[in-house]
């Protein structure tokens, strides 16, 4: 489970999207720029930027940034505003969906990650800032119905919240025991993280991953 502590403020841009505040990084420099060799298109990957990829459907990729791996080849995909349940709705949800039954909490205070899962973040009340990708990650304000789909490997953090915040928190239950990473990882933990479960769709709107990440 992860603690609910709120102490660091952060400062940065705040763009309201569909309902969801999001706060952008800086605009990338051409050095934070990536031609994806996986696609014929070659299309730009703009690091730490969040981006549209559908109406209430975000996507921020992170890279590598010498500490937290943060699995490039995977974004954190962010859902505005698309949960309208009870929170035991939410949990059945969730365990009709595949996912482990969830835990309600919030966000360690500290930038971690899970070598070993997926994690799905399913806010039911109040509001919080989340910081992803590490200390120059950009930040979300996570609110009452939003969603967020994170890596293995992906760093977050939480820096305040507000109105009494509360998430589900669930794993994949075919990698039901989350480790707790707080640092460079081992050559096993990259491994766990190279090798580790994908989940087909993601848990509250059934969309399938693959539709989503290209």
């Not at 969730?94 to 070598?115: D, I, K, M, N, Q």
Request: include cysteine.
């Amino acid at each position: 489970q992860e603690l609910m502590l709120s102490l660091a403020v952060a400062v940065f841009g705040i763009a309201t999207i569909y309902g969801s505040a999001f706060a952008f990084p800086p605009p990338p420099s051409k050095e934070n720029m990536l031609t994806s060799s996986s696609s014929s298109t070659a299309q730009p990957r703009n690091w730490g930027v969040v981006e549209e990829i559908r109406p209430n459907f975000h996507q921020v990729f992170l890279k590598d940034d010498g500490v937290f791996p943060n699995t490039p080849s995977h974004p954190v995909l962010l859902l505005s505003n698309v949960f309208h349940g009870t929170q035991e709705e939410g949990s059945q949800l969730l365990v009709e969906a595949g996912w482990t039954a969830p835990w309600v909490w919030g966000v360690f205070t500290y930038h971690h990650y899970h070598s070993t899962a997926w994690e799905v973040l399913v806010c039911v009340q109040g509001s919080a800032d989340i910081q992803f990708g590490g200390p120059a990650g950009p930040t979300v304000d996570v609110k009452k119905g939003d969603v967020a789909l994170i890596p293995p490997g992906v760093a977050h953090k939480q820096l305040n919240d507000k109105g009494g915040f509360a998430l589900l928190g669930a794993y994949p239950q075919q990698t039901p025991h989350a480790d707790t990473v707080r640092g460079v990882p081992s050559e096993r933990q990259r491994l766990a993280i190279a090798e580790c479960f994908t989940p087909v769709t993601e848990p509250i709107t059934g969309t399938r991953l693959d539709n989503l990440y290209s």
